[in-house]
């Protein structure tokens, strides 16, 4: 009986350190700090215009619910899903594959990938492909926000007309004292300010996503779009261009940070985002 006992306290005893030890590797929270279910996140923005996922580029976590709220979205309601990762001049080459005209060789050979591809956004393209979801891209061609880094906004102007068709229309609207912008130019490079072009090259990329956003949302649709949360948290970025040419559209963003501990938000990760998904410090990254 003492025997029975004992046995029995220690496998209470047991089970009490294994619950003391149960790893959470991600909360979802409001911008408040309260904790909140992925099911009643889908139901908010769900009944959005415009969604913007702001990820950390080698998150799994953000990745994979990345992939879940595309599936969940796709039951309730019409959506268009756009991202950074792709660029506008690269549409065609992306439209070909989505529509089954070509393979997945001849698509990587058309469009520039990022590196993290295949385990990051392979699934939400291919899911595209096989639902007949539009899948934009949205972002400027690395070369021109290079000119742009160089020589600022006129160097746009030297772009063919063929060319300024993957850009923001010009003359581009620029605020310097945007937080966001306003943070880049005062980072310390090296002893030195960053060039008054480095928040500007950010601010081209911020403006061609808006435009490709809203050129092409469809009245009654969903529009999610995938980005670095830098592009959208604070509701700046891509956020506010939004907001200065169409302020009607109903918005929500996702941010994603990392803390060591995941069951309470950090003051300093409030109110970056509609919804904060809080990632341990010590999750696996995929590069």
Known sequence: MVKMYFTLVMSLLFMTVISAQKVNGYQIFTSKGKKISFEQMIKDVSEQDIVFFGELHNDPIAHWLQYEMVKSIHTKRRMVIGAEMFEADNQ?????????????????????LWNN???DYKKIVDFSKDNNISFIATNIPRPFARLVFRGGFEALDTLSAGDKRWIAPLPVMYDAEVPCYRKMREMDMGGHEASENFPKAQAI??????????????NGSLFFHLNGSYHSDNYE????????????????????VLQKQTGKLDKSNENVADYIICVDEDMTTTY
């Open 92 to 112: 065609k080459g992306l439209d070909d594959y989505l529509q089954g005209i070509s393979d997945q060789d001849s698509f990587k050979k058309a469009v520039r």
């Open 237 to 256: 970025g891509i956020v506010w261009y939004i907001k200065k040419q169409d302020a009607s559209k109903k918005i929500k963003t996702i941010s994603t």
């Open 205 to 218: 990329k911020d403006a061609t996503m808006a435009h490709f956003i809203l050129k092409n949302h469809l």
């Open 117 to 119: 591809y295949d385990t």
